[in-house]
């Protein structure tokens, strides 16, 4: 498979600028553990208020932290960066030679930097839900368990379409500095369930900026509470996302060479 | 040295590069700056046609480095971008080795490659060695070729040390190589170069000149280069063709431009005891005088050896010299005269 | 000196309004935590009445205030002047005769207020009609806010501008505005009204200036403050307005003599 070895690739550069960059490394961590005991302060304030909020316990939000936390981590190893280098790129041009090079485009658009020592961070999202599920008591069934894992997959799929949708979109304006701030700003809506926001709010991170679809979703298949319907439609959101996404940049690519004008 | 009266032909009979009638269109808004003016042309957006290149036709042939000369905005860039692939043309229509390069089809992109001597390739952080490895698995080179390759590369570039330290820590001379290295591994048949060696010191450049021209001679590689430093035209191309505000100018050997163009020639004297000795009357004396006293007089081409005489005759020289007017001013004039072919 | 900054006041609003798009985008994303919060404690309030006395439509109140003071108080100085330090364009700021951060940062910051309240006026009109808060405004509050909102643009302002000196010594001075962001979202009142946090952490908020900038200001407008509080409330300001200006200079003598000795 050559992607495979593209991607190799790709990862030996990024193993080598980690490695030259790993004291900045050590201090991304630090900050991360700091707001990871920010996150937990907040929740034990909001819970020695109340015993629920919208339906959920301490411990289910707990898991939801970590489920926001693995799909932040997907964002902070590939989206973010990526976003920098296509955004420098624009400017600067050499984002030219990516559209020359025998390969595909948006492929390479979504591997070239790849911030590898924030791995560590899916560590930590693992553990937060699995010590919530166990405080939470409830004993989740292996296909509980496969619906939580492919409806991450299938929501990680959706968010990340919705960026190649925004970056795609940049080749028809030619200001592009905050081509994907509405998604990074929203994606702290994700730390609470869904069911906690004000209707506009909900329908605007579950269909608009679909953060929830990604964080709430997932969890609320993890505690069984989907109907097989919904679950199905769900991963099927999944895989149109990524079509139309990759069409739709197969369209930026002609805008970007003055096929379509 | 003069133009090739046709190109030589690939294998298959047809050149690798065959351009005909080529045109670019761009339609940009036309704003004010403002806020009234970002508001209006909000809800109505005046565009303007910018014509970048207009019906430009040329044949390259296989093994030829052509130059490819204008001011800046003349088209150049716009061109080799629609050559290489990466801009799609309003009209008209090009083959590249026998593929229209605006499809982009992955033969033909293992093929050809584009050197922008102002972009960056190369990954910033790590050494260029491990950029060739990237470029090896995209492009889909095997390793026996990858190192028959690199090995051919490093000697010509001399790569040595420098593909081993973080390309950041490089010279520009020394990055420009590593550009370069990393563009050929592949082993492309045709080369843009778009201004390969901007902004490099006088022997880096030269470096580079002999590369190309090394490389142009053991792969018989077609080659079509920008440059604004007359010392690369001169040194590597036999052919140029000159373009200003997106029309084809001229298109032939460069020797013969000089002779249409400027059909003068410079006698520079070196006159003994003769300060003022009314040298007008024999052409135009240029401003300017070394500091031994030379003088020099531009003078058309047909009568130089009827004014040398004349010179030797009348006057007390003690030195005289015949030589072409500079390239830098044949171009220019060339940008600046009305000419047709 | 008044010229000085009448003239850097038209320079400064000219240039903010230039980038009137980011920010746009900076006022998005600004905005979503103190949302985020607000619905997170409206639907607790909901469930259970009201939280330590505080109902739904309260929590709108104070979180619709909260827009208000936050924009007003805070600053961006590190978006400014860390970029300049760390590129060595602040050599030429350091020829001019007059001071580069208490003039070219200070009314930069203002500017960037100015555009930014102007911005927020239409989202805040929505976000009420949204969210409903129990709102009663009296004169007297309000007057008292002015000189309150002022020094705590004060005291944060040179807090922020010392922090941001930090650049003359290490590049990590992001992740130190990080570290202080994280701080003063828990202890100034931003996640929460400080009154919910437990004890412990309610000593540690009034040992720190952030709630006195904040906290302080939301309360003092919606009049739940007694004189006696009001009265403490403006001494720490004082105080802290103090500390800060200490601070404030300690560091830019130190840093602007370990600049020279660099050489950037």
Redesign the interface.
């Known amino acids: 498979m050559n992607a495979l070895r593209i991607i190799g690739a790709f990862l030996r550069l990024n193993v080598q600028v980690a490695l030259a960059y790993r004291s900045e490394a050590v201090v991304q961590i630090l900050l991360n553990l700091m707001w990871l005991a920010w996150e937990l302060t907040s929740l034990a304030i909001i819970f020695a208020n109340t015993n629920e909020l919208g339906g959920w316990g301490p411990a289910e939000l707990i898991a939801l932290l970590g489920v926001w936390r693995l799909v932040n981590t997907m964002m902070s190893i590939i989206v973010w960066p990526n976003t920098e280098k296509f955004n420098q790129g624009l400017r600067d041009g050499s984002l030219d030679y990516t559209f020359l090079q025998p390969a595909n485009s948006q492929f390479l658009v979504s591997i070239t930097r790849v911030e590898l020592w924030r791995l560590w961070d899916f560590v930590i999202a693992v553990v937060l839900i699995v010590v919530g599920l166990g405080m939470s008591g409830r004993v989740a069934t292996p296909v509980n368990i496969a619906t939580f894992l492919a409806l991450t997959v299938s929501g990680a799929a959706v968010l990340y379409s919705l960026w190649i949708v925004m970056i795609a979109v940049t080749f028809w304006f030619t200001r592009f500095d905050n081509n994907v701030t509405i998604l990074a700003a929203l994606m702290d809506a994700g730390r609470f369930p869904a069911q906690v926001y004000p209707f506009w709010l909900r329908l605007l991170i579950t269909f608009i900026i679909p953060v929830a679809v990604a964080t709430t979703v997932p969890l609320q298949g993890l505690r069984g509470e989907l109907a097989w319907w919904e679950i199905a439609g769900f991963l099927a959101l999944g895989v149109a996302a990524v079509l139309l996404s990759s069409r739709l940049w197969k369209a930026g690519v002609r805008r970007y060479s003055g096929a379509s004008s | 040295m003069a133009r090739p009266a046709s190109p030589a032909f690939g294998a298959n009979g047809t050149p690798p590069i065959v351009v005909e009638e080529l045109s670019?269109t761009?339609?940009v808004t036309d704003r004010e700056g403002g806020?009234g003016a970002a508001v209006r042309s909000f809800f109505k957006r005046k565009f303007k046609d910018v014509r970048a290149v207009q019906r430009v036709s040329f044949q390259i042939g296989q093994g030829e480095i052509v130059g490819f000369l204008g001011p800046n905005g003349a088209g150049k860039t716009t061109t080799l971008?629609m050559l290489?692939?990466?801009?799609?043309p309003?009209s008209g229509s090009a083959q590249v080795l026998g593929y229209t390069p605006?499809e982009?089809q992955?033969g033909y992109?293992?093929s050809m490659?584009?050197v922008?001597g102002?972009?960056?390739?190369l990954?910033w952080?790590?050494?260029a060695a491990?950029?060739f490895?990237?470029n090896?698995?995209?492009?889909?080179i095997s390793d026996d070729e990858y190192k028959r390759s690199f090995q051919e590369l490093d000697d010509l570039l001399e790569l040595g040390p420098i593909i081993r330290k973080?390309v950041r820590n490089l010279s520009l001379g020394e990055r420009m190589k590593c550009e370069l290295a990393a563009s050929l591994l592949h082993r492309p048949s045709v080369l843009f170069l778009d201004e390969p060696t901007i902004g490099l010191d006088v022997g880096a450049q030269s470096r580079i000149r002999a590369f190309l021209k090394e490389y142009n001679r053991r792969n018989g590689a077609t080659i079509i280069l920008t440059s604004h430093y007359m010392a690369d035209v001169v040194a590597l191309c036999e052919r140029v063709i000159i373009i200003h505000h997106g029309e084809l100018r001229y298109d032939g050997g460069l020797s013969e431009l000089s002779r249409r163009i400027a059909p003068y020639k410079i006698i520079s004297v070196h006159l003994g005891g003769c300060d003022d000795c009314a040298l007008e009357s024999y052409g135009v004396v240029l401003p300017g005088e070394d500091e031994t006293g030379k003088k020099r007089l531009q003078v058309p081409a047909d009568q130089v050896p009827a004014i040398t005489a004349r010179l030797l005759a009348e006057q007390p020289v003690q030195d005289l010299t015949i030589e072409d007017p500079p390239i830098e001013d044949v171009i220019e004039r060339a940008f600046n005269e009305p000419l047709r072919n | 000196m008044f010229q000085i900054f009448r003239r850097l006041w038209a320079l400064n609003w000219a240039e903010q309004w230039q980038y009137r798009a980011n920010l746009l985008m900076y006022l998005l994303f600004w905005l979503v935590a103190p949302i985020v919060y607000l619905a997170v404690w409206t639907t607790v309030a909901r469930t259970q009445g009201s939280v330590n006395g505080l109902t739904a439509s309260d929590f709108a109140a104070y979180y619709m205030v909260l827009l208000v003071v936050d924009v007003l108080t805070s600053q961006i100085t590190i978006h400014v002047l860390a970029p300049e330090i760390q590129n060595g364009n602040l050599s030429n700021r350091l020829l001019l005769p007059v001071h580069p951060v208490l003039t070219q940062v200070l009314v930069n910051n203002i500017a960037f207020k100015a555009l930014n309240l102007i911005a927020l006026a239409p989202i805040w009109l929505a976000l009420y009609l949204l969210f409903r808060p129990a709102l009663n405004l009296s004169v007297l509050y309000l007057a008292l806010a002015v000189p309150a909102l002022v020094l705590a643009f004060g005291i944060l302002f040179l807090l922020g501008a010392a922090l941001t000196l930090v650049a003359f010594w290490t590049t990590r001075v992001w992740a130190l505005w990080n570290f202080y962001s994280a701080v003063f979202m828990l202890f100034a009142g931003h996640f929460v009204p400080l009154a919910l946090l437990p004890p412990l952490l309610q000593t540690i908020a009034k040992a720190l200036p952030f709630s006195y900038t904040l906290y302080f200001p939301i309360q003092l407008i919606l009049g739940k403050l007694a004189p006696q509080e009001v009265a403490i409330n403006f001494g720490m300001q004082i105080v802290w307005l103090a500390l800060a200006c200490v601070i404030f200079r300690v560091t830019w003598r130190a840093g602007v003599r370990q600049f020279s000795a660099v050489g950037a």
Do not use: C, E, H
């Open positions: 670019k761009y339609k806020f971008k290489s692939g990466l801009l799609y309003t605006w982009r992955a992109l293992r490659t584009l922008m102002q972009r960056n390739r990954a952080d790590v050494p491990d950029s490895l990237l090896k698995a995209i492009y889909r973080p």
